[in-house]
């Protein structure tokens, strides 16, 4: 028997480390990270990442290896399912969002398409 | 079919209705020679309503627009007038916009019946932005003063006579009403768009006619001018362009900027422009007779395109536009058009729009 899981967003141990270093060398430990969608960029939509210290009335909030994700109602849509990596392979360091929901990605691996 | 609010004026003026993308509007007032003349020499006023037309506002509005669009928005001054395009993300044409930023608004011009699409496009695409989408197609009308005199015309309601200059927009009083006027030119023809409140079009039309008595100012149908537009090879939406089409193969590479980054459908644009891929170029030809729209163009028994728009000429030929395949669009070449009656053709040169 298969179990259906709810879709969420994940954030990698690796990610997390990073979005931790991030916010102190920044001043704003303790913060979370506000990730988002954005319309534009050559496929349609962006991804977005910053700091927030609190979310908003009616974002998901997500908890994952001591980093909260804030995520608004409708950037959610088409973020569900999606994990947070971070890579510093030889290819360039940065985030990484894994999505399902993307069917094409842009040559640059910020924007994509639903 | 939509009517025009002013369609009993027009009735009365002689004019003579024609259908275009569901709207009954103005093809002529009885004298189509005539109202080539004056667009030509002196100023004529078209009632362009049936166009779609939407005030943006929002601190977000113009960098979100810019976002989306295939021209360079952000940076744009108050009172001033850009074109863009709204592309997918395969860079294929949604539509074509006139943006005109005014003090507090941002007026955009679009194609007919292309609203709710822009809307639910933009609207897709907008997530946390502050901006507002208000649709005034319905409850303004679009006048558009074109011809050499058009700017003498306007002129008369600004004091001092200031002329507007092209690729700017302002507000003027006309009487008790103020109202936006937009100055686009169609290339070397001078083209300024008046929008008004529906309830207060009859008087600004004759405010404008009065202001236009010294200025041979005269109505004119839509024949008039898409006799211009083919003559200056400017493509519009529903004959040359949609959502199959990219800027490029339309002309259009005056309404992108290369150089501003992403936008949606930006790497595919920059793609066929980098190179060269475009496998079809829209041209001018000139035909001998009157020919459908969609009438196929031959070159020695092959298929090498398809006429879009066709109206008549001044010397009894037609003018025409029409996508050709790149290896046969050269100018001066003989063609012929039609799969039953064979009209002459000859292709003047190719549509391009520059900035």
């Given at each position: 028997?298969?179990?259906?899981?709810?879709?969420t967003?994940h954030?990698?141990?690796?990610?997390?480390?990073?979005?931790?270093?991030?916010?102190?060398?920044?001043?704003?430990?303790?913060?979370?990270?506000?990730?988002?969608?954005?319309g534009?960029?050559?496929?349609?939509?962006?991804?977005?990442?910053?700091?927030?210290?609190?979310?908003?009335?009616?974002?998901?909030?997500?908890d994952?290896?001591?980093?909260?994700?804030?995520?608004?109602?409708?950037?959610?849509?088409?973020?569900?399912?999606?994990?947070?990596?971070?890579?510093?392979?030889?290819?360039?360091?940065g985030?990484?969002?894994?999505?399902?929901?993307?069917?094409?990605?842009c040559?640059?691996?910020?924007?994509?398409?639903? | 079919?939509?009517t025009?609010?002013?369609?009993?004026?027009?009735?009365?003026?002689?004019?003579?209705?024609?259908?275009?993308?569901?709207?009954?509007?103005?093809?002529h007032?009885?004298?189509?020679?005539?109202?080539?003349?004056?667009?030509?020499?002196?100023?004529?006023?078209?009632?362009?309503?049936?166009?779609?037309?939407?005030?943006?506002?929002?601190?977000?509005?113009?960098?979100?627009?810019?976002?989306l669009?295939t021209?360079?928005l952000?940076?744009?001054?108050?009172?001033?007038?850009?074109?863009?395009?709204?592309?997918?993300p395969?860079?294929?044409?949604?539509?074509?916009?006139r943006v005109?930023?005014?003090?507090?608004?941002?007026?955009?011009?679009?194609?007919p019946e292309?609203?709710?699409?822009?809307?639910?496009?933009?609207?897709?695409?907008?997530?946390?932005?502050?901006?507002?989408l208000?649709d005034?197609?319905q409850?303004?009308?679009?006048?558009?003063?074109?011809g050499?005199?058009?700017?003498?015309?306007?002129?008369k309601?600004?004091?001092?006579?200031?002329?507007?200059?092209?690729?700017?927009?302002?507000?003027?009083?006309?009487?008790d009403?103020?109202?936006?006027?937009?100055?686009?030119?169609?290339?070397?023809?001078?083209?300024?768009?008046?929008?008004?409140?529906?309830?207060v079009?009859?008087?600004?039309?004759?405010?404008?006619?009065?202001?236009?008595?010294?200025?041979h100012l005269?109505?004119?149908?839509?024949?008039?001018?898409?006799?211009?537009?083919?003559t200056?090879?400017?493509?519009?939406?529903?004959?040359?362009?949609?959502?199959?089409?990219d800027?490029?193969?339309?002309?259009?590479?005056?309404y992108?900027?290369?150089?501003?980054?992403?936008?949606?459908?930006?790497?595919?644009?920059?793609?066929?422009?980098?190179y060269?891929?475009?496998?079809?170029?829209?041209?001018?030809?000139?035909?001998?007779?009157?020919?459908n729209?969609?009438?196929?163009?031959?070159?020695?028994?092959?298929?090498?395109?398809?006429?879009?728009?066709?109206?008549?000429?001044?010397?009894?030929?037609?003018?025409?536009?029409?996508?050709?395949?790149?290896?046969y669009?050269?100018p001066?070449?003989?063609?012929?058009?039609?799969?039953?009656?064979?009209v002459?053709?000859?292709?003047?040169?190719?549509?391009?729009i520059?900035?």
């Amino acid at each position: 028997m298969t179990t259906t899981q709810p879709l969420t967003i994940h954030i990698t141990e690796k990610a997390a480390l990073h979005v931790k270093e991030y916010a102190s060398a920044e001043s704003k430990p303790g913060y979370g990270l506000r990730v988002g969608v954005k319309g534009g960029g050559c496929s349609g939509l962006t991804y977005t990442l910053s700091l927030e210290l609190q979310p908003q009335e009616t974002d998901k909030i997500i908890d994952e290896h001591d980093v909260r994700l804030f995520v608004d109602k409708k950037g959610y849509i088409f973020l569900a399912g999606t994990t947070l990596d971070y890579s510093d392979g030889l290819n360039g360091k940065g985030f990484v969002f894994n999505n399902p929901n993307a069917k094409t990605t842009c040559g640059c691996g910020t924007s994509f398409s639903v | 079919m939509v009517t025009s609010s002013l369609e009993s004026i027009y009735k009365a003026d002689g004019a003579v209705f024609t259908d275009r993308s569901g709207h009954k509007i103005v093809g002529h007032f009885g004298n189509f020679h005539k109202e080539i003349e004056v667009l030509q020499s002196n100023a004529g006023l078209l009632d362009m309503s049936y166009c779609d037309r939407l005030n943006v506002t929002g601190d977000d509005a113009l960098d979100l627009l810019n976002r989306l669009s295939t021209n360079q928005l952000e940076g744009m001054d108050i009172g001033s007038v850009r074109w863009t395009i709204l592309t997918t993300p395969k860079g294929r044409i949604i539509d074509v916009l006139r943006v005109a930023r005014m003090e507090d608004y941002l007026s955009v011009g679009a194609s007919p019946e292309r609203i709710q699409n822009i809307m639910e496009w933009i609207d897709f695409y907008t997530f946390g932005e502050d901006v507002q989408l208000v649709d005034v197609s319905q409850n303004t009308v679009e006048f558009s003063l074109i011809g050499p005199n058009a700017p003498l015309v306007l002129g008369k309601f600004v004091t001092g006579g200031k002329v507007l200059p092209n690729d700017t927009c302002d507000s003027v009083q006309i009487g008790d009403t103020s109202i936006a006027v937009i100055r686009s030119d169609m290339k070397d023809y001078p083209r300024i768009n008046v929008i008004c409140q529906s309830n207060v079009a009859i008087d600004i039309r004759q405010s404008l006619f009065e202001a236009g008595k010294d200025f041979h100012l005269m109505a004119v149908g839509f024949q008039a001018e898409d006799f211009l537009r083919i003559t200056l090879g400017i493509p519009i939406y529903g004959f040359e362009l949609d959502d199959k089409v990219d800027p490029l193969t339309a002309g259009l590479l005056g309404y992108v900027n290369f150089e501003k980054g992403c936008y949606v459908g930006q790497e595919v644009v920059t793609r066929l422009n980098t190179y060269q891929k475009i496998k079809k170029k829209l041209m001018m030809i000139q035909l001998r007779d009157e020919v459908n729209l969609g009438a196929e163009i031959y070159s020695d028994n092959t298929l090498i395109g398809e006429i879009t728009s066709v109206a008549p000429g001044e010397q009894g030929q037609w003018n025409s536009l029409a996508y050709v395949k790149k290896t046969y669009a050269i100018p001066g070449l003989v063609c012929t058009v039609g799969s039953e009656s064979l009209v002459e053709a000859r292709i003047v040169a190719e549509c391009s729009i520059k900035v």
